[in-house]
């Protein structure tokens, strides 16, 4: 008895152990949020930090969460900084994180960092989860068209080509002969075509790791009619909520850039933020380095950036750009998802036609030469 407790508590140990791993892996973005906001609440009640990590840490189910803070009051007992213990966790914090919540620390202002770096996430999740859908969606739709159309060539037409088979000196309409070439060639090609997508697929996956072809697919993206603009907005959008964020703290500029260039993962951004960088350690001004770069920032946004150079205003600046480009973003994601949808099927409906028209033909020759 006792063995078989004791090959039980094992047994519970090691599921105990597999869900705790599985939860600190998916520690994502959402808990990061709860726990500046909660710390935040806390604060603002004259709670300690130390016992505001406490009872986060008591009352919380998320074991990522429940060690995190754990581990933050190790380092807040020692004597340390919230964001020195942040900065001991860069599987959950980056820099951008510690840098903020640092800057801040200095003025005493710890839960109104917390609260606007949560209010800053939801916002850049919320409109991330609608770029990125706006962006899926069409692709979803493709492809259930296309292996729909696959399916119909390969599992239904050949049954009803068999039949026309049967026939002898039938003469198929022309739409019905091009519909089993297609048909034909899906089925004898089967393998061929599987493994030429699955090489694809690999070759694309590899090339898309490299700098220089993002920056080529990315250019790309840039120049598609609507989803061209929305990717701008959308980037135009972080990078200035960002900017205002990090200027209210009151970073220096090349730190600003700094950040924002590993905030930014697109290297096209990167490189423009390297450009902005450099020369504002040569003290020239940001507006001659970017007032060329149309397709990663509008001509408007350039010129707002001016106006903040010379009269000292970013933060009014900022404001004026994010009141222009948050709507026009939230109408432009909306707006895509309904121009796709009737061309998507128009482009599905002129496919039903056309094979309709293929096998009505086809009856329609058969019954003729059955004297029907």
């Known amino acids: 008895m006792d063995k078989e407790n004791k090959k039980l508590d094992i047994f519970d140990t090691i599921i105990i152990r597999f869900l705790q ?9 959402k808990d990061k949020i709860i726990l500046f906001k909660e710390l935040s609440y806390l604060m603002k009640w004259w709670i300690s930090l130390n016992e ?21 009051q190790t380092y807040l007992k020692k ?14 914090f980056d820099e951008w994180d510690v840098a903020v919540i640092k800057t801040w620390e200095a003025s005493w202002k710890l839960p109104t960092v917390l609260t606007s770096l949560a209010t800053e996430y ?26 729909a159309v696959i399916s119909l060539f390969t599992l239904v037409l050949p049954s009803i080509f068999s039949i026309a088979d049967s026939f002898q000196n039938l003469q198929l309409p ?23 997508v699955w090489w694809i697929s690999i070759v694309w996956w590899i090339l898309l790791s490299t700098d220089k072809w993002k920056k080529f697919w990315f250019n790309i993206l840039l120049q598609i009619p609507l989803v061209g603009k929305m990717t701008q907005y959308y980037y135009v959008v972080k990078f200035c909520r960002y900017m205002k964020l990090m200027n209210s703290a009151g970073m220096s500029y090349i730190q600003t850039f700094q950040l924002l260039k590993d905030i930014l993962w697109i290297p096209v951004y990167q490189d423009m933020l390297e450009n902005v960088i450099s020369w ?39 404001k004026n750009v994010l009141s222009m480009y948050e709507w026009e973003l939230n109408v432009m994601i ?3 998802s309904k121009i796709i949808e009737p061309i998507m099927l128009i482009w599905i409906g002129w496919i039903v036609v056309i094979i309709a028209y293929a096998v009505f033909g086809l009856i329609l020759q058969i019954m003729e030469g059955s004297g029907l």
């Open 280 to 318: 504002l350690k040569e003290w020239k001004d940001i507006y001659s380095s970017i007032k060329y770069e149309r397709d990663l920032l509008p001509a408007d946004v350039a010129v707002m950036i001016k106006v903040w150079e010379q009269t000292a205003s970013l933060e009014q600046s900022l």
């Open 334 to 336: 909306n707006r895509i």
């Open 79 to 92: 004597g340390m900084p919230l964001s020195f213990a942040l900065g001991r966790l860069p599987d959950y």
């Open 122 to 147: 939801e916002y850049t999740a919320d409109i991330k989860n609608k770029y990125i859908w706006a962006m899926i969606y069409p692709v979803i739709l493709f492809l259930v068209a296309i292996v």
């Open 21 to 29: 791993s599985f939860d600190k892996r998916n520690f994502a973005q």
């Open 174 to 196: 022309r739409a019905t002969r091009a519909l089993r070439d297609i048909s034909t060639f899906l089925q004898n090609n089967r393998k061929w075509i599987l493994r030429t």
């Open 52 to 72: 505001a990590t406490n009872i986060l840490q008591q009352s919380t189910d998320n074991f990522a969460l429940k060690d995190m803070t754990r581990t933050i």
